[in-house]
């Protein structure tokens, strides 16, 4: 099997990447974490990256310039290893629309809503303060517009009376740190890939079912 070469963009302690590491860990999945890579040189995720022998790299955003130049510097290492495709997992730099067309197809995200609701930060506030009765995760290919991209993946939770942002964030998360494996797995089998802007899936589901809230 050819295993595809993926890098991890992270700014932090990294736990969605450390999900992506573990699935990745076993030989029948399609891909490899060939690199972690940083904006932060003191990010949690990097020494947790070394501990399971993944190469991990930092590139500080604050000794460039310019965020052009940053990304060059960015683009330059994943080439020069030969990634195939780059997860973002709590990467906190919006990217120029320069770094996410070189990597148009190629680059996903997760994002602690779901989309199209919710863009951007404060997810779970907003969900409280709309009233939702469902909350959830999205994993979808980046574009130029924040959030905004073709959606891979979804998971969904339940709001329940007395939620905090910290109670659902909490529920949300371990979502995320199922979605974003089964997500990337899909892709790099061939299973869901990015035609003319939208994904295309290779295999169907049984749809007959539904998720309800409260059940």
């Known amino acids: 099997m050819n295993r595809r070469r993926i890098a991890v963009l992270i700014s932090g302690r990294g736990s969605n990447m450390v999900s992506l590491i573990e699935a990745a860990q076993k030989t029948e999945f399609p891909g490899e974490i060939a690199l972690v890579l940083s904006n932060r ?3 949690g995720g990097l020494e947790r ?3 399971s022998g993944i190469e991990a790299l930092a590139i500080d955003h604050k000794a460039y310039s310019t965020r052009e130049s940053f990304e060059q510097a960015i683009d330059e290492a994943l080439r020069s ?3 195939d495709f780059v997860c973002l ?6 990217l120029t629309s320069w770094f996410v067309e070189r990597w148009e197809g190629r680059m996903i995200n997760i994002h602690p809503s779901l989309l199209p609701l919710f863009r951007g930060t404060h997810t779970h506030k907003r ?13 979808h290919f980046v574009v130029p517009e924040l ?3 073709p959606i891979v993946a979804q998971a969904v939770v339940p709001v329940i009376p007395g939620d905090t942002e910290d109670s659902l964030a909490k529920r949300v998360l371990a979502q995320e ?9 899909m892709i ?20 007959e079912g539904a998720l309800r809230s409260p059940s």
């Open 41 to 43: 040189p003191d990010a």
């Open 49 to 51: 990256a070394k501990a």
């Open 81 to 83: 290893r030969d990634i």
């Open 89 to 94: 997992a709590g990467f906190m730099r919006v």
């Open 127 to 139: 969900a409280l303060e709309e009233g939702v009765l469902v909350h959830g995760c999205t994993v």
């Open 147 to 149: 959030d905004a991209g």
């Open 177 to 185: 740190h199922l979605l974003y494996p089964q997500a990337l797995r």
């Open 188 to 207: 790099c089998d061939g299973r869901a890939s990015l035609d003319r802007g939208r994904v295309l899936f290779t295999k169907g589901w049984n749809a």
